[in-house]
């Protein structure tokens, strides 16, 4: 039997990666599977190479650009990458606010908008095309407050909350080069991010992103899920992971007047530290990204470009 390998690529992230290596190890060990799990071990890419892991777990590839391209031509040599690299590459939160509409999911009034400041080898003819923004409009469609965040991003980082114009415009102007979107904010009486494992398995976590970001989860731990909320949630989650074919993600949502509306859906590297989500949290995700993983090195699937969300869209 030939040794099936899964590796976890990752970054600076201490907890999440060792335990669900030790995990996987630990449950080949017992069955007598011939699976096991360590890091991606990367030198220099040559173009006739082969990759030697069967699976590869991706947590930080969208911070190191030589680490995406790695995992594109592991993924054309047969490996399982887990979140796919090259619709990853192409996904931003604006046009995935479109896929969840398509599939049903509510979300929050959104604009795109322009960058503040050119973006590097661009000047001002590089915008011939762009004309000035009706600003009342976008105003007058969204309404105060407005949440200012980028397409692409996460972590909360370059994230405003906007009262009025005057607060607006301070903030746009603090955000660089970036693409931003413009969002009502949801008056929420119940917020919630769930972890979505392998487009099967939600599992959902109360969440308080009024706090410090050491105490969301705390704050909110111990919240009951009314039984008709935890369906809706499970469903939407589903429905999102599915359109966009994302095999570890994490999905937020806001609630007002009964309807959770997805604010964040495109955390494919999610937070999954101990300190951060809290022990019960984190052994959930440890035992279902253990499944998926080593299901995925028993069961290989077929490659996809991207989820079902050109269907969803009446395109395919």
Not at 78 to 97: M, R, Y
Request: glycine share 6%; hydrophobic share 40%; net charge negative.
């Amino acid at each position: 039997m030939t040794l099936k390998r899964i590796g976890i690529l990752f970054g600076m992230e201490d907890t999440f990666p060792w335990a669900l290596m030790n995990e996987i190890n630990s449950r080949a060990a017992k069955s007598g599977e011939e699976i096991e799990a360590g890091p991606v071990k990367i030198g220099h890419i040559a173009q006739e190479q082969s990759y030697p892991e069967a699976v590869i777990l991706d947590r930080i590839s969208h911070e190191v650009l030589f680490y995406r391209t790695y995992l594109k031509c592991a993924a054309a040599r047969g490996t399982q990458v887990i979140n796919n690299p090259f619709w990853w590459s192409a996904d931003d939160k604006f046009f995935d606010n479109i896929v969840a509409q398509a599939a049903g999911v509510a979300v929050p009034k959104t604009v795109l908008l322009p960058h503040k400041q050119h973006p590097p080898n661009t000047k001002e003819t590089s915008f011939r095309n762009l004309q000035f923004v009706d600003w009342d409009g976008v105003f007058a469609y969204l309404g105060f407050p407005i949440f200012l965040k980028p397409a692409y991003g996460g972590g909360w980082k370059d994230v405003y909350k906007c009262d009025d114009r005057e607060g607006f415009f301070s903030a746009y102007d603090q955000t660089r080069d970036l693409a931003m979107m413009a969002q009502e904010a949801i008056d929420f009486t119940d917020y919630y991010r769930c972890y979505v494992v392998g487009r099967e398995k939600v599992h959902i976590m109360p969440y308080d992103p009024k706090q410090p970001h050491a105490l969301r989860y705390e704050a909110a731990a111990g919240t009951p899920v009314p039984e008709a909320m935890a369906a809706r949630l499970t469903r939407d989650s589903l429905a999102l992971c599915e359109a966009l074919g994302y095999d570890l993600n994490t999905c937020e949502f806001a609630v007002r007047d009964g309807v959770p509306y997805a604010i964040d859906f495109m955390n494919c590297a999610p937070d999954a530290d101990v300190h951060s989500v809290g022990a019960a949290n984190f052994d959930w995700i440890i035992g279902a990204m253990a499944d998926l993983l080593m299901e995925r090195a028993r069961h290989p699937r077929p490659f996809e470009a991207t989820g079902t969300w050109p269907r969803q869209l009446g395109l395919a």
